[in-house]
Nanobody, 122 residues
Framework: QVQVVESGGGLVQPGGSLRLSCTVS????????TGWYRQTPGKERELVAR??????????SVLGRFTISRDYATDGAKSAVVLEMRNLKPEDTALYSC?????????????WGQGTQVTVSS
């Protein structure tokens, strides 16, 4: 199976920066694309950024301000998906969740973390 745990949210002033980290545990051969989504009350969850075999994709609203990266532990059993957020705006306030898409033996399955709150406010 796959475990997904996020960390790094919090309160930040407009223009500030935050770093979100998502630790993914499991057999890496069954783990495909990973990404960050966000959701605010009354709105649908939206894709923020995604990375798949080194290829990244960003929503227009965060392009140029957010950077997603993925690192692998040397034992091959864990992966860290990091979202660096700069020049944060109040409209970035949301619950951010990490998503992992399975492949091979876990093809077609999605795995989610519990989410981490990001609040941008003065």
């Amino acid at each position: 199976q796959v475990q997904v745990v996020e960390s790094g949210g919090g309160l930040v002033q407009p223009g500030g920066s935050l770093r979100l980290s998502c630790t993914v545990s499991g057999r890496m051969s069954n783990i495909g694309a990973t990404g960050w989504y966000r959701q605010t009350p009354g709105k649908e969850r939206e894709l923020v950024a995604r990375i798949d075999e080194g290829i990244t994709r960003y929503s227009d609203s965060v392009l140029g301000r957010f950077t997603i990266s993925r690192d692998y532990a040397t034992d091959g059993a864990k992966s860290a998906v990091v979202l660096e957020m700069r020049n944060l705006k109040p409209e970035d306030t949301a619950l951010y969740s990490c998503n992992v898409r399975g492949k091979n033996l876990l093809r077609g399955r999605d795995f989610w973390g519990q989410g981490t709150q990001v609040t941008v406010s003065s």
